[in-house]
Nanobody
Framework: QLQASGGGLVQAGGSLRLSCSVS????????MGWFRQAPGKEREFVSY????????YYADSVKGRCTISRDNAKNTVYLQMNSLKPEDTAVYYC???????????????WGQGTQVTVSS
């Protein structure tokens, strides 16, 4: 089970740190990803991190503003988001799978999502 948290309302230029805690599974055996879905739009890739944390990758839209990390001892993956923009407004989902990928359908497990709203 994946539980995402940390979303909220923030002004443009602000920061948020999203967390995704994983229970009931061997967290360190899963690659983890973050996706987002804005109203009326398809779900899009944000970032992923490998099982060890040694490999990360970001969508161009968030590169340089977001940092993904994981703490395998705490079964948690994080997404630090800085310099937030109104276009970052979306529901953010964490996902777990066997491989690092930008393709959402290749992730096996999904959290319920956390709302991020950035005001201008």
């Amino acid at each position: 089970q994946l539980q995402a948290s940390g979303g909220g309302l923030v002004q443009a230029g602000g920061s948020l740190r999203l967390s995704c805690s994983v229970s009931g599974r061997s967290f360190s055996s899963y690659a983890m990803g973050w996706f987002r879905q804005a109203p009326g739009k398809e779900r899009e890739f944000v970032s992923y991190i490998s099982r060890s944390g040694g490999m990360t990758y970001y969508a161009d839209s968030v590169k340089g503003r977001c940092t993904i990390s994981r703490d395998n001892a705490k079964n948690t993956v994080y997404l630090q988001m800085n310099s937030l923009k109104p276009e970052d407004t979306a529901v953010y989902y964490c996902a777990g799978g066997s491989v690092v990928t930008t393709t959402d359908r290749r992730y096996d497990y999904w959290g319920q999502g956390t709302q991020v709203t950035v005001s201008s």
